[in-house]
């Protein structure tokens, strides 16, 4: 079997930057994820440069502008458990700044960019929410830039709530073949918190053959990388589990292969 390839990612640190993934430390191609945690009036931004990016709210409220135009004051939860998400598209070679009017949790979701995509606010209700599964296999997912929305050039955003004791990403399903139309190839990133933040859940990363084949515990603020292979995830009685989720890959669309041994229980 493999050796563990460090797919559970910790924050390092409770304010600031406190995750930077990108290609060269995920070891693969495509995607990054970084996290800011803020106090109010404080300032930060960046340059996409060849990438695109998707700056998401997850708790909180700041100022936002690209290339200078100013995008005003953006958010109202102060949660992710407190209803949808607020989110600015930066096109590739953009510059962005972003000032906390509040304590602020901002994701920087980013792909490689192309095209002539517009910077854009990406509001709450833009996609509506979808509630999947049943009994203990509910999740409630907000789209923030499905491949349906014609918005960006690689990147697919998306979070979901979990509530507590379900499953999720679930039957077991994998995204790691660039066959279209049965299956596209995608890297994923997906960054957890959990309500109320002392839980954990469980997430599981395999291939077909366990060539990789690791069972994690995740807890608040842990970042999963799936470079490959199927990735469910299972919440504890008690915490209701949010997690943020950012693909790429060669082409911009989410075409997912199920576990053929579980689709039963989609029946």
């Not at 980013?110 to 833009?126: F, L, S």
């Amino acid at each position: 079997m493999a050796s563990n390839p460090n797919l559970r990612v910790r924050p390092k640190g409770t304010v600031g930057q406190v995750h930077d993934v990108t290609p060269a430390t995920a070891g693969w191609t495509y995607v990054g994820f970084a996290l800011h945690r803020l106090t109010a009036g404080e300032t930060i931004g960046g340059d996409a440069g060849d990438q695109e990016l998707c700056l998401v709210l997850v708790g909180g409220k700041g100022r936002f502008s690209v290339d200078g135009d100013d995008f005003g004051e953006l958010g109202e939860r102060m949660s992710p458990f407190e209803g949808a998400p607020w989110a600015v598209y930066v096109p590739m070679g953009s510059a962005w700044t972003a000032e906390a009017s509040t304590d602020l949790e901002l994701a920087v979701c980013a792909a490689p960019g192309g095209g002539e995509h517009k910077a854009q606010i990406i509001a709450p209700g833009r996609h509506p929410q979808i509630t999947r599964g049943k009994g203990a296999n509910v999740r409630h997912v907000h789209n923030i830039m499905p491949e349906d929305d014609g918005a960006a050039h690689s990147l697919l955003v998306v979070e979901v709530i979990t509530p507590q004791g379900n499953t999720s990403s679930y039957p077991p399903h994998k995204h790691d073949q660039d066959n279209l139309p049965h299956e596209s190839q995608l890297e994923e990133t997906y960054f957890h918190r959990l309500n109320p933040p002392q839980g954990f859940a469980m997430q599981r990363v395999y291939t077909d053959d366990r060539s990789l084949d690791e069972a994690l515990v995740i807890e608040d603020g842990d970042v999963t990388l799936v470079p490959r292979g199927y990735h469910p995830v299972a919440t504890t009685a008690g915490y209701d589990l949010y997690y943020l989720n950012v693909m790429a890959g060669p082409r911009r669309v989410w075409k997912f292969h199920n576990a053929p041994e579980h689709e039963w229980l989609l029946k």
